[in-house]
């Protein structure tokens, strides 16, 4: 069953859309962040502890999984619900980003990338039609075409190049994409400039894919850069289509691109940082490590009803993280996650009271002011 939108609300005064996803009898609300499980796993969590989190939508890695343990075998096992025993709805990236973080400029053809196996050093080729045959295999219920994903800053002669081959390359996914239970999603590129990205977005929707994501960002550029490259998007996407801004997960980032109307976001920073002993809160982002927090008994952060903040003290997961116990990284992953699936609650309940701005005042306050640890 392929998944369906219904836009439910447009906010009054802003560009924030409150929106429900159908998949298989289920319902999910956006905006929606969505874990992600790179290698069919969210680090150190079981996919039961995911799904405590709050979490819908779960998203895989479609260049590493084609490395191990390959496409074919996932698709020989059932797929990648049954190989990893995830019932939810899951989403596939295409490798474009790969394209940005290991592929050379002289390694981009026509034709697709050039890649090596860092594993055992084989060359090899990514191309639009690969990329779509590899998500087949592995059964996503959301795939993405392939595109070209450019560092910031980049030149616009070579940004207007690149936003061509990017429209050339969905086109030929597109064309070879057979299943019919699969969406499959446009990518806007254009880096920062306004009439790229209009020009890419208007001919994707020409091509009527079954949602859009908005490619480029999180590529170096800074905050402000990065709401005009939205801005410059999603007011040329369609309003009955999902958008989805890819890569991006700080918790003002979210808010700010919740109210340029993205509906699902996407980041690895949850994990990451959680492995680092850092922790989300409603007062700021803590690093747990702090001294401060040695014999500190209270929780996480008070305001959060998760598994770890009912039940383990600063000070204990302190002591997990320093002694390198992955139990402490498994807390402070499921409270992270937690915290922006709560953010993302609340966008939601500010959208339906036509408030988004005044949650937005109220969040920098409380986020930016209330912590001195960052």
Not at 85 to 98: A, K, R
Not at 151 to 174: F, H, I, Q
Not at 230 to 243: F, G, I
Not at 261 to 276: I, K, M, N, Q, Y
Request: net charge neutral; hydrophobic share 30%.
């Amino acid at each position: 069953m392929k998944i369906k939108f219904k836009l439910k609300k447009k906010e009054n005064n802003t560009s924030a859309r409150l929106g429900e996803i159908n998949f298989n009898g289920q319902t999910y609300e956006t905006p929606m962040f969505m874990p992600v499980g790179t290698l069919g796993t969210v680090k150190t969590l079981s996919p039961e502890e995911v799904k405590d989190t709050g979490s819908g939508i779960i998203l895989a890695n479609t260049y590493h999984l084609w490395l191990r343990p390959g496409d074919q075998i996932v698709k020989k096992l059932g797929g990648l619900h049954k190989f990893m025993n995830y019932d939810g709805p899951i989403l596939t990236d295409s490798g474009g980003f790969q394209v940005f973080s290991l592929a050379k400029k002289k390694d981009i053809t026509e034709e697709g990338v050039k890649f090596k196996n860092f594993y055992n050093g084989d060359k090899l080729m990514l191309t639009p039609e690969k990329s779509i045959e590899i998500q087949e295999n592995l059964g996503a219920d959301i795939i993405m075409s392939f595109d070209e994903c450019v560092g910031w800053p980049c030149e616009k002669r070579y940004m207007v190049d690149s936003v061509e081959r990017t429209l050339r390359w969905a086109k030929r996914g597109k064309e070879v994409h057979t299943k019919k239970d699969q969406a499959l999603f446009g990518i806007v590129q254009g880096g920062e400039y306004e009439d790229l990205r209009k020009h890419c977005a208007e001919e994707l929707v020409k091509m009527d894919f079954d949602g859009y994501s908005i490619g480029g960002t999180s590529v170096g550029e800074d905050k402000p850069t990065m709401y005009k490259m939205v801005e410059y998007s999603t007011k040329h996407l369609p309003e009955d289509k999902l958008r989805y801004l890819m890569g991006v997960g700080d918790p003002i980032d979210i808010v700010e691109n919740v109210i340029r109307g993205v509906d699902l976001f996407d980041c690895v920073s949850p994990t990451r940082l959680a492995r680092h002993g850092h922790a989300y809160t409603r007062f700021g982002k803590i690093n747990i490590k702090n001294a401060k927090y040695k014999e500190d008994n209270t929780s996480i952060d008070k305001t959060c009803d998760c598994y770890a903040c009912k039940n383990y003290s600063k000070a204990y997961i302190q002591h997990l993280i320093k002694c390198k116990e992955t139990f402490g990284a498994r807390l402070l992953s499921i409270h992270n996650i937690t915290y922006l699936n709560n953010l993302t609650k609340e966008l939601r309940e500010a959208i339906k009271e036509n408030k988004i701005l005044e949650y937005r005042d109220e969040f920098i306050k409380d986020y930016f002011g209330g912590n001195k640890d960052e």
